[in-house]
């Protein structure tokens, strides 16, 4: 089992940044793969970036050049990095990661304002 513990959301302006932070517990050797979604007020989840274990990333056209995904192995964390941002980032962010099973953190609100 692997447990995702999410911050750092928050109400931000359009233009500004915010840092969020993904904790991994459990058995975190079995992780291949860390990332975000997103999921806004009526419609379908969506992937935001992802980096895998070797440290290769992706991310969606939507936040290229402006998000940067990183992750510290020695603190079993994943941080998503967001700057510039606009009224549509505005979503509740989930952390995941893949290993035998995907898990899931709780989610954590992102709210820009316009």
């Known amino acids: 089992q692997v447990q995702l513990v999410e911050s750092g959301g928050g109400l931000v302006q359009a233009g500004g940044s915010l840092r969020l932070s993904c904790a991994a517990s459990?058995?975190?050797?079995?992780?291949?793969?860390m990332g975000w979604f997103r999921q806004a007020p009526g419609k379908q989840r969506e992937l935001v970036a992802y980096i895998t274990s070797g440290g290769s990333t992706n991310y969606a056209d939507s936040v290229k050049g402006r998000f940067t995904i990183s992750r510290d192995n020695t603190k079993n964390t994943v941080y998503l990095q967001m700057n510039s941002l606009k009224p549509e980032d505005t979503a509740i962010y989930f952390c995941?990661?893949?290993?035998?099973?995907?898990?899931w953190g709780q989610g954590t609100q992102v709210t820009v304002s316009s």
């Open positions: 995941y990661a893949t290993a035998l099973n995907n898990y």
């Open positions: 459990g058995s975190i050797f079995s992780i291949n793969t």
